[in-house]
């Protein structure tokens, strides 16, 4: 997240039904693992932070950037799934971070690296221009009711961060007025090269942004390689194409974006 740097909410835990949460402080849930399958992503909306897979083939090279840390669940997918990839969490609080490494498992490893800083500061750095392959950006405060970044100059940030072909997903909160903040902003920043997911049953809804040439393709492609992550990850990716070709105009029968 991000936030003041010298006050931070608590960090707070529950767990019903063998699932574990983190809180900062109130009801509001930041993250969850399962405690039998912790590195399962076990929220809907964090599964779909993932779709970058459906657009990108990861290898030994590749460079994930992560905006936020939460419980680390996207880091630990990828570091189990994503053989040699690199990860990268930009978290500003150093409660979350020993939360995740305590509470959630995740793991030392020579493919993770944390830096405690400030979101818009990292990706306005111009060392970290053009590093990214891929960047998720999840970024909630206590209240949790929008995205604490939301400006054309953040997402603008976040563009000049990804390489000369990359993908960023952003998880929204639908149900506030932030949203159509965000998707705008995300949308005049990429050259409006924008899809968003079905909001989930919590009301988030994940936007993916295209950064490289034009994608032109039938549905049929990405259908499969859909399939195929189901099939060697587990993660529930199959309903993800239906989802994209009902809600964004113009990509019913084709993508073009």
Known sequence: MASNKTSFPPVTFSESGGIRYLHLGTPWIQGAMRIRDPNEIY??????????LLFLQSHPRMQVTQLGLGTGSLAKFTLE??????????????????????????????NLTIVEDDAFAYVKNTRYQQQSDVLQVDLYDAQAKGPVLSSLEFYQACYQSLKVVGVMTVNL????????INLNNICKAFKGRVLIFPESHDCNAVAIAF????????????????????????????????????????QEEALAI
């Open 81 to 110: 799934h994503c053989p040699g990839v690199h990860n990268t969490i930009v978290e500003i609080n150093p409660a979350v971070i020993i939360a995740a490494k305590t509470m959630f498992d995740l793991p030392t490893d020579p």
């Open 43 to 52: 929220l809907e909306y964090s599964q779909q932070m993932m779709a970058w």
């Open 211 to 250: 950064k490289g040439p034009m994608i032109k393709t039938d549905w049929d492609p990405i259908v499969q390689r859909a399939k195929m992550i189901e099939t060697t990850t587990g993660l529930p990716t199959k309903p993800w194409v239906q989802g994209l070709r009902t809600v964004n105009a113009h």
């Open 173 to 180: 909160f639908s149900q506030h007025k932030s949203f159509d």
